[in-house]
């Protein structure tokens, strides 16, 4: 099973910051990770596909890099609206699996 | 549109069985390279991965639960079933059911929870 580990955990930040989330798989799964936004009760959003590409409708401050083991999220310019829990999930290899998870408040 | 709507019950005893119905629109499970899967997420933590069914009806399972998962689909009705035997209290969550379209999970429901307690 491929494990993914997401950092940190847990994120403050203001408003207009950039934030960055990072995602390390346990071996390397090419560009088949994905990123999705989940808001308190409510069910999780597709971001970024593929490692960079970004789902349609999806605000232009979030983007997507990395390749093999590494990748990150980035969102720059943070609004209010992008409190959420972070998750990357990689869908190169059974059984899919999910992130742990990165909350990010808003000061 | 795309929609996907999961239904069942919101509660269930421990040794039973749960059975939930993802009903979509907006997509034909008989097109090469759709698939369904459903996914569930325990209160305050994160997703888990259950099980995939392919346009061929091929069948993929998390390897931690495939003896107690069997899923299928209904093209006609547009619908996907989950089932999932003998229920434990651990298996308390929402479940959502999602389009995998290119192995990516592009849509999903809205979830449904699910609380196991006698």
């Known amino acids: 099973e491929i494990v993914l580990a997401q950092s940190p955990d847990f994120q403050s930040v203001t408003p207009k910051e950039r934030i960055t989330i990072t995602c390390r798989a346990s071996q390397g799964i090419a560009t088949s990770l994905h990123w999705f936004q989940q808001k308190p009760g409510q069910s999780p959003k597709l971001l970024i596909k593929?490692?960079?590409q970004s789902f349609s409708g999806v605000p232009s401050r979030f983007s997507g890099s990395g390749s093999g083991t590494d990748f990150t999220l980035t969102i720059d310019s943070l609004e209010a609206e992008d409190a959420a829990t972070y998750y990357c999930h990689q869908s190169h290899a059974l059984p899919r699996t999910f992130g742990q998870g990165t909350k990010v408040e808003i000061k | 549109q795309i929609t996907l709507t999961e239904s069942g019950p919101t509660l269930v005893k421990p040794t039973q069985t749960l059975t939930l119905t993802c009903t979509f629109s907006?997509?034909?499970?008989?097109?090469?390279?759709?698939?369904v899967g459903w996914i569930r997420q325990p209160p305050g933590k994160a997703l888990e991965w259950l099980a995939l069914?392919?346009?061929?009806?091929?069948?993929r399972y998390s390897p931690s639960l495939k003896s107690r998962l069997t899923i299928t689909k209904d093209t006609s009705k547009n619908q996907v079933v989950l089932t999932m035997t003998n229920m434990d209290p651990v298996d308390t969550a929402t479940y959502y059911c999602a389009l995998d379209s290119g192995s990516i999970f592009d849509h999903w429901g809205q979830g449904t929870q699910v609380t196991v307690s006698s």
């Open positions: 593929d490692a960079s």
């Open positions: 069914i392919y346009w061929d009806d091929d069948k």
């Open positions: 907006g997509f034909s499970l008989s097109t090469v390279g759709v698939a």
